[in-house]
T-cell receptor, first 115, second 111 residues
Framework: GAGVSQSPSNKVTEKGKDVELRCDPI?????LYWYRQSLGQGLEFLIY????????KSGLPSDRFSAERTGGSVSTLTIQRTQQEDSAVYLC?????????????FGPGTRLTVT | DAKTTQPTSMDCAEGRAANLPCNHSTISGNEYVYWYRQIHSQGPQYIIH???NNETNEMASLIITEDRKSSTLILPHATLRDTAVYYC????????????FGAGTTVTVRA
């Protein structure tokens, strides 16, 4: 079946520009997560959605970062006035939250390069 | 969450079973064992999880010792595409959803 998809797969942008990253979770998954991973580094949690609500935004690095989710499905992560330190792979994951299990299924990521 | 210990690296032959150990001696009764992997330049991939019974799915088998202090992930017929870093983590039932991985085991499958 279809997995988590993300677009674009690669994005090169100039410092100061805004970017939007899209995530399509697995159909029916109510939980959605955004992470980022810098080269050779571990996962950095950004934000968690349950349905359209974001009860945990604690990982967003600054107010330049925002995210929304509509229809309990697609999510968009927006970075305003991009900086070079924003360069990373941005990963989206979804979880079925069925029963008591919390496995997360990841998309392929969007590689963001800020020049 | 309990800490896990994994070997830094291991090699295995293509077509053979790969047995990946994980120690979690401080695991508590309500913590599940999860396995993920990350192939180079790809996002993490969920493999399997279990509480105390052995589990099997289309990707792998998970064997958890009776005392739950260690487990083994088994890839029954390793292929070159299984080359990846494999992470063993433990999570409290319904606990912290923010995934983070330790160093994991770098598995290299050789032809």
């Amino acid at each position: 079946g279809a997995g988590v998809s993300q677009s674009p797969s690669n994005k090169v942008t100039e410092k100061g520009k805004d970017v939007e990253l899209r995530c399509d979770p697995i159909s029916g998954h109510t939980a959605l997560y955004w992470y980022r991973q810098s080269l050779g580094q571990g996962l950095e949690f950004l934000i968690y959605f349950q349905g359209n609500s974001a009860p945990d935004k604690s990982g967003l690095p600054s107010d330049r970062f925002s995210a929304e989710r509509t229809g309990g499905s697609v999510s968009t992560l927006t970075i305003q006035r991009t900086q070079q330190e924003d360069s990373a792979v941005y990963l989206c994951a979804s979880s079925p939250r069925q029963g008591m299990t919390y496995e997360q299924y990841f998309g392929p990521g969007t590689r963001l390069t800020v020049t | 969450d309990a800490k896990t210990t994994q070997p830094t690296s291991m090699d295995c032959a293509e077509g053979r079973a790969a047995n990946l150990p994980c120690n979690h001696s401080t695991i508590s009764g309500n913590e599940y064992v999860y396995w993920y992997r990350q192939i180079h330049s790809q996002g993490p991939q969920y493999i399997i999880h279990g509480l105390k019974n052995n589990e099997t799915n289309e990707m792998a088998s998970l064997i958890i010792t009776e005392d739950r202090k260690s487990s083994t992930l088994i890839l029954p017929h390793a292929t070159l595409r299984d080359t990846a870093v494999y992470y063993c983590i433990v999570r409290v039932l319904g606990g912290d959803y923010k995934l983070s991985f330790g160093a994991g085991t770098t598995v290299t499958v050789r032809a």
